[in-house]
């Protein structure tokens, strides 16, 4: 079947750096999303990698090994407001999009 | 200047009712999505929908149906509720087909529905 893991939830502290693991096992892949989804809301695009390395885009960067089936995001210098869940998405060989259970990050001052 | 929307954004109702969730996006978009989020937040695709045509169904009772009048609308309709239909479901939309459905897929703000 096809699985993808992230932890259940994380604490870290305000203005500190967290990194969030997502590990996948998929029939095929072409590419893995990082979605913030905030108590109550719409899931929001963060990133998308499709091929091996580090994707930075100002706090937040994604990180992707294919051959590992892994990937994490790494959120930098913390606020309160990025207090949410992270859902972690891939695409399968069927350009399915197969949705982690989110990991939830709680932010303390 | 909302890209996906959603109504009702709550609904409760009794077991055994027909509903209906609607939705619209103005992006353009040719490919829209239903989702349903349980309380373990899961986020399980129902529906897609490509230039009104069904691409995906991922065998969901039959009791749930989507309606697209036309591109920019999607609506579920529900028969016969159950207590196990409590949950969030969200409407999206993306803009290439769903078989290329690495293209970023952008949710509207979700319909609670509590059944009782």
């Known amino acids: 079947g096809q699985n993808i893991d992230q932890p259940t939830e994380m604490t870290a502290t305000e203005g500190a750096i967290v990194q969030i693991n997502c590990t996948y096992q998929t029939s095929g892949f072409n590419g893995l999303f990082w979605y913030q989804q905030h108590a109550g809301e719409a899931p929001t695009f963060l990133s998308y990698n499709v091929l091996d390395g580090l994707e930075e885009k100002g706090r937040f960067s994604s990180f992707l090994s294919r051959s590992k089936g892994y990937s994490y995001l790494l959120l930098k210098e913390l606020q309160m407001k990025d207090s949410a869940s992270y859902l972690c998405?891939?695409?399968?060989?069927?350009?399915?999009?197969?949705w982690g259970a989110g990991t939830k990050l709680i932010i303390k001052p | 200047d909302t890209a996906v929307s959603q109504t009702p954004k709550y609904l409760v109702t009794q077991m055994g009712n027909d509903k209906s969730i609607k939705c619209e996006q103005n992006l353009g978009h040719d490919t829209m999505y239903w989702y349903k989020q349980d309380s373990k937040k899961f986020l399980k695709i129902m529906f897609s929908y490509n230039n009104k045509e069904l691409i995906i169904n991922e065998t969901v009772p039959n009791r749930f149906s989507p309606k697209s009048p036309d591109k920019a609308h999607l609506n579920l309709h529900i028969n016969s509720l159950e207590l196990g239909d409590s949950a969030v479901y969200f409407c999206?939309?993306?803009?290439?087909?769903?078989?290329?459905?690495?293209?970023?897929?952008?949710f509207g703000p979700g319909t609670r529905l509590l059944v009782l």
């Open positions: 998405a891939v695409v399968d060989s069927n350009y399915q999009l197969i």
């Open positions: 999206a939309s993306s803009q290439a087909d769903a078989t290329a459905s690495w293209e970023t897929q952008y």
